[in-house]
């Protein structure tokens, strides 16, 4: 069983920047692929931004050059650095993770964007 806790949201004004956080803790293995989803209402979820255990990144398109995603396998965290912030970008943020088939998510953490 894996847990997974978000932390670092908040109010940004649009250009800002802000970071996320993401604790994994319980079975953590070579295979875990990570990564930031989030869901703003009326909305899909879309997958953000990923990261593999060797540090392979991908992002949605619409916050490429914005956003980084990082994580620090020795102390099972992940990051969202999101910068140049802009109102649509606001949304709640869940940490996701997969080990195979398996699938574990935070409870979300909510990022407003305005002025």
């Known amino acids: 069983q894996v847990q997974l806790v978000e932390s670092g949201g908040g109010l940004v004004q649009p250009g800002g920047s802000l970071r996320l956080s993401c604790a994994a803790s319980?079975?953590?293995?070579?295979?875990?692929?990570m990564g930031w989803y989030r869901q703003a209402p009326g909305n899909q979820r879309e997958l953000v931004a990923s990261?593999?255990?060797?540090?392979?990144?991908n992002y949605v398109h619409s916050v490429k050059g914005r956003f980084t995603i990082s994580r620090d396998n020795t102390k099972n965290q992940m990051y969202l650095q999101m910068n140049s912030v802009k109102p649509e970008d606001t949304a709640v943020y869940s940490c996701?993770?997969?080990?195979?088939?398996?699938?574990?998510w935070g409870l979300g953490t909510q990022v407003t964007v305005s002025s």
């Open positions: 996701w993770g997969r080990i195979g088939s398996n699938e574990y």
């Open positions: 319980g079975s953590i293995s070579s295979t875990y692929i």
């Open positions: 990261i593999s255990w060797g540090g392979i990144t």
